[in-house]
């Protein structure tokens, strides 16, 4: 997600600081980006000239204090990790100019409760992009319980800045797209792990008969299934709605480590630098019906 903030901004003439504690992972979202403008190039969308402008305009480092000592916005999108995105707000309010209004990504945690960790509660907001940013028209504007106003009208015009479509919601568990979005990819995961059909057959029941773009299962994978986990945890506990528990199969997925199109594995099997997919072993109908 990171890669594809820094890339929008970019994009749209903004000057990008992208920071993270790995010169590798930097290196990596540096070349991520690289080639996801080079494909808008190819299609025509952007010129060669835009391209090399919006790599320009960004500078990475691996020093968060140097990284956010002059910025005006800043947009945290760390792990969907409770503690760990504290922990950066904490350190973003003692680094950050006094006037810096800090933006979190999170996908489902409370902006309230990371608002709190500062000195600054008025100046903290949540401004969830979809994946892929560069695509996905969403923002989802998150107001904390003290979220000033003029703070929000700030994040309402630059997301029409950056050609998205901002849309306002309250602060409660899961926002509004994961707390409708979750339980429905969880309900899929139950309906793989209890039987009743196999990861085909749900995706296409979806994509078919629903007009989803991508099956439940597939988007589960492209999120991660982590997140998935985390942001189910985020829902059961702030409602303490056993509705929102996650399914047994995601958990013990999560836990030897298939996570998706991150790991290379989960509900389908992804062959790193193509778009090859195919259903993982471990859901073949064979597996299933064994």
Request: one cysteine or more.
């Amino acid at each position: 997600m990171g890669n594809g903030i820094a890339h929008t901004f970019a994009q749209f003439g903004h000057f990008v600081n992208l920071i993270d504690i790995d010169r590798a992972a930097l290196d990596k979202a540096l070349g991520t980006i690289n080639k996801n403008l080079q494909r808008q190039v190819d299609k025509e969308t952007i010129t060669a000239d835009d391209k090399s402008n919006a790599l320009l305009r960004i500078m990475s480092y691996t020093d968060l204090e140097a990284g956010v000592a002059d910025m005006d916005f800043v947009i945290e999108a760390a792990t969907e990790n409770i503690e760990l995105k504290l922990d950066i707000f904490k350190k973003l309010d003692a680094f950050a100019p006094a006037k810096a209004i800090l933006a979190t990504n999170t996908s489902s945690i409370s902006i309230t409760k990371i608002a709190a960790v500062t000195s600054r509660p008025a100046q903290v907001i949540g401004m969830h992009f979809m994946n892929p940013v560069p695509l996905m028209k969403l923002v989802e504007v998150i107001r904390g319980y003290g979220t000033s106003d003029e703070t929000t009208a700030f994040v309402f015009d630059l997301s029409r800045q950056l050609n998205k479509t901002p849309v306002e919601v309250d602060d409660y568990p899961g926002f509004i797209s994961n707390r409708i979005l979750m339980p429905m990819i969880n309900e899929a995961i139950y309906s793989l792990y209890e039987g009743v059909a196999g990861v085909e057959e749900i995706d296409t029941v979806m994509k078919l008969g629903m007009a989803h773009p991508m099956g439940p299962l597939q988007l589960a994978d492209f999120i991660g299934l982590d997140t998935c986990l985390s942001i189910l945890r985020v829902l059961q506990d702030g409602f303490g709605n056993p509705k929102y528990a996650p399914c047994p199969l995601l958990v013990n997925m999560v836990t030897a480590g298939k996570k998706g199109v991150k790991s290379g594995e989960g509900f389908y099997e992804y062959t790193a630098g193509t778009k090859d997919i195919k259903i993982s072993k471990k859901f073949s109908k064979a597996d299933l019906l064994s």
